[in-house]
C-alpha cells in the first residue's frame, strides 16, 4: 500500500495512525501542500485523486481519497485489531464521535479554508487564527459533553479499547495546541488524547515523525 499525503495533515494523520494500529506496512509518498503551488494540484495526483485532497491511499490497483473512507475501508479489509465495536449501538456512538470532528471541525479549518481566508477575503493573521480557534471551541466543547456526560466513555473516548474515534480525535487536538487554542475546558477530550499519544501507533504516526517532517 502506499499512503500519499503531508506530514501536517491531521487527515492523513489519522490514516497513519489506522495503518500503524492494524500492523499494516505502506510507503509514505509525500504530496507537500505547499511547495510548487500545491503539489495536490499536480496532474500526477489529480489522476489519482480528482478532488487535489490528501491522503489517498492505494492497494494494489485501488486508490481511495476521503480519510474516514479509508478508515472504513482498512476496517473492513483487515478486521483485526477491530476499531469498531461489535454492537451496533456502539458502532454508531463511535462514527458519530469521529463525524463530529471529521465533518463539523476539520472541514472548517483545513487548510484551503484558511488561505482562502487570508488570501481570498483580505483577513489578517490574527483573525485568521480568530476563526480557527473559534471553531475549534465550539467543535471540541461539544465533544467534550458527548464523552463526559456518557458512561460509555472509559480510558478512550469508546470503553477501554482504541477505536476509530481516537484515531481522529488525537490529530485533532494536535492541530489545536499547534494553534495556541485554549483546551481547558475540556478535561475529558485532552485525557483521552494524551492516553492515546502513549501508544506506539499514535508515536509513530506522530507528524514531526515523518519522512516530510519539517520544523
Not at 91 to 109: E, F, G, Y
Not at 118 to 146: C, F, P, Q
Request: hydrophobic share 40%.
Amino acid at each position: 500500500m502506499k499512503l500519499y499525503g503531508y506530514f501536517r495533515s491531521s487527515a492523513a494523520y489519522r490514516v497513519r495512525i489506522a495503518l500503524n494500529l492494524k500492523g499494516l506496512d505502506y510507503e509514505h509518498v509525500s504530496v507537500h501542500l505547499l511547495k510548487d503551488g500545491g503539489q495536490q494540484f499536480s496532474e500526477s495526483y489529480k489522476s489519482l485523486n480528482p478532488t487535489s485532497l490528501i491522503p489517498t491511499l492505494v492497494d494494489g490497483e485501488l486508490a481511495i481519497g476521503q480519510s474516514m473512507a479509508i478508515l472504513e475501508y482498512l476496517e473492513e479489509t483487515h478486521p483485526k485489531p477491530a476499531l469498531l465495536p461489535s454492537d451496533a449501538a456502539g458502532r454508531a456512538r463511535v462514527r458519530a464521535i469521529a463525524q463530529t470532528i471529521a465533518c463539523d471541525i476539520h472541514p472548517l479549518n483545513n487548510l484551503r479554508v484558511l488561505k482562502h481566508l487570508k488570501n481570498g477575503m483580505g483577513l489578517d493573521e490574527e483573525t485568521k487564527n480568530d476563526w480557527y480557534r473559534h471553531w475549534i471551541d465550539v467543535g471540541l466543547n461539544s465533544l467534550e459533553a458527548m464523552l463526559a456526560n456518557s458512561p460509555a466513555t472509559g480510558r478512550y473516548c469508546h470503553g477501554d479499547e482504541v477505536t476509530l474515534a481516537d484515531v481522529v480525535l488525537v490529530p485533532q487536538v494536535f492541530n489545536a495546541r499547534r494553534f495556541n487554542c485554549d483546551l481547558s475546558t475540556m478535561p475529558t477530550v485532552t485525557r483521552i488524547a494524551d492516553t492515546c499519544s502513549e501508544l506506539d501507533a499514535f508515536i509513530l504516526a506522530e507528524p514531526a515523525r515523518q519522512p516530510d517532517a519539517e520544523a
